[in-house]
């Protein structure tokens, strides 16, 4: 949806969303705030934040922070740096 865009610095993903695509952000080097406020996220594809900033901080909703740090780490970003995940 967003892959290479070079000048998005921050998103945020409403709450409606239940689902963000493989390679959705990837590449998007200078996006390093990414706000997810949907309680309903069910799945985050491969890469969907594929290289993006190595300073990226996610904030995720507080009662969703294990199972969507288990869905970011690891599977959804680059493999060279471990991003920051807040809960608020």
Not at 19 to 30: L, V
Request: hydrophobic share 35%.
């Amino acid at each position: 949806a967003f892959s290479e865009c070079s000048s998005l610095t921050n998103i945020t993903i409403p709450n409606s969303v239940t689902k963000i695509g493989s390679y959705a952000f990837s590449g998007c080097q200078s996006l390093n705030k990414i706000v997810i406020k949907s309680k309903k996220l069910k799945k985050i594809g491969p890469l969907a934040f594929g290289d993006i900033a190595h300073n990226a901080v996610f904030y995720v909703p507080k009662e969703k922070e294990e199972e969507y740090r288990e869905m970011l780490l690891g599977r959804v970003v680059s493999t060279s740096y471990t991003p920051q995940i807040i809960a608020q």
